[in-house]
């Protein structure tokens, strides 16, 4: 099974501090995502990747940016936090190439809570 | 621009009951659709994935139905069990190629014992 591993489950972090989100995926998938979630607000796409070191904005970008050195990790970068940011991050991958690779779906990662006090 | 809609936003059923689920998008030129579940405070599960030439998926329990000239999928669970009680998403993709899911809102559902 395509595993999708988020460093943590729940952080607490300070207004004004840099935190980071890892994720890990181990099927060799191109495409990773991060995604927050919120009551009312549905998923909304922050940032996603194709390959490594590419990135591309989504939805709602501002106050975050991303880093994608190796294939199987991305990771999500809150360069100074805000009460704002707090929400669950989810983080997916899936594959474009490969006979069969599309057909495969996405695939999510057990989510982050995080919270900004 | 894709919008995937799912009415109703929740479902109380009875247990043993049938639940039908379903999500509409506006684009027909879907690559693929995919249905998932979310439990409380949890990621996503994918239940299943339906390609575009498809009409239908099937597990255990689960079946999933495709009608893209209509723009309409459909999610039956047989013989609901309170385990069933979650929000279930659907999301469609563009493209083989594409890179952005568009994901319904949702439909909480809660099977009462």
């Known amino acids: 099974d395509v595993k999708v591993t988020q460093s943590s489950r729940y952080l607490v972090k300070r207004t004004g501090e840099k935190v980071f989100l890892e994720c890990v995926q181990d099927m060799d998938h191109e495409n990773m995502f991060w995604y927050r979630q919120d009551p009312g607000l549905g998923l909304r796409l922050i940032y996603f990747?194709?390959?490594?070191?590419?990135?591309e904005k989504g939805d709602i970008p501002e106050g975050y940016s991303v880093s994608r050195e190796k294939k199987e990790r991305f990771s999500l970068i809150l360069e100074s936090a805000s009460t704002n940011q707090t929400s669950m991050y989810l983080c997916?991958?899936?594959?474009?190439?490969?006979?069969?690779?599309?057909?495969?779906?996405?695939?999510f990662g057990s989510g982050t809570r995080l919270t900004v006090v | 621009k894709q919008e995937v809609t799912q009415i109703p936003a929740a479902l109380s059923v009875p247990e043993g009951e049938n639940l039908v689920l379903n999500c509409s998008f506006t684009d027909s030129a879907i690559y693929n659709l995919q249905w998932f579940r979310q439990d409380p405070g949890k990621g996503l599960t994918s239940l299943l994935l339906?390609?575009?030439?498809?009409r239908e998926q099937t597990s255990g329990r689960l079946n999933a139905s495709l009608d893209k000239s209509s723009g309409r999928s459909t999610l039956y669970i047989a013989a609901s069990q309170p385990g069933d009680s979650a929000t279930y998403l659907c999301?469609?993709?563009?493209?083989?190629?594409?890179?952005?899911?568009?994901f319904g809102g949702g439909t909480r559902v809660l099977v009462k014992p």
């Open positions: 990747s194709y390959d490594v070191k590419m990135k």
């Open positions: 999301a469609v993709r563009p493209t083989a190629a594409g890179n952005k899911l568009t």
């Open positions: 339906i390609q575009s030439s498809q």
């Open positions: 997916a991958s899936s594959s474009s190439t490969g006979l069969f690779g599309a057909h495969y779906g996405y695939t």
